[in-house]
């Protein structure tokens, strides 16, 4: 397991209880770091993103620790993303974003940047005002068989998804 930290443009990772610093993970291209998940084990960390280049463009991309590179890199439909999270024993990413829109995406099994493929798309806009439905968290259950979305500026509503169906 580690303990994360982003900054402007990479991610800090310390070993749990040796708490020794590892080597700084940054993305192929300057990036504002916005969001941020590590996989069950540790060895991948997904991040969200505004290209300093294009402001307007948002990008996720996965980090591998122990190699200090960049696995995946991928612009989403929706932006800005405003929760990331991985799925326990697997290669998929959760993302949601603003308007209420969450997507699963499933890594490549190649240890080559590319974009994933995405498997699933929902729509939860439909609440009221400006942020009724902004995904404001997202969190897979340790078994990975259920993924739960906070909804709201608050995160008043929690919608839970059972995603082993679409496994």
Do not use: N
Request: charged residues 20%; contains cysteine; hydrophobic residues 45%.
């Amino acid at each position: 397991m580690l303990a994360l930290v982003h900054g402007a443009s990479a991610v800090q990772v310390w070993e749990r209880g040796t708490w020794r610093t590892l080597t700084p993970l940054a993305a192929s291209a300057p990036l504002r770091l916005q969001h941020l998940a590590s996989s069950a084990d540790g060895s991948q960390i997904a991040a969200y993103g505004v290209d300093s280049a294009s402001p307007e463009r948002g990008l996720v991309v996965v980090l591998d620790v122990a190699a200090g590179r960049e696995l995946a890199r991928w612009s989403p439909r929706r932006t800005p993303i405003s929760a990331v999270a991985f799925l326990a024993r697997t290669r998929c990413i959760a993302t949601g974003d603003e308007d209420g829109h969450l997507e699963v995406w499933q890594l490549g099994a190649s240890a080559t940047a590319a974009a994933p493929s995405r498997l699933a798309a929902v729509d939860l806009r439909g609440g009221q005002g400006p942020f009724g439905r902004r995904i404001t968290g997202l969190a897979f259950s340790p078994a990975g068989d259920r993924l739960v979305a906070g909804l709201g500026l608050d995160g008043d509503v929690v919608v839970i998804f059972d995603v082993t169906a679409s496994r």
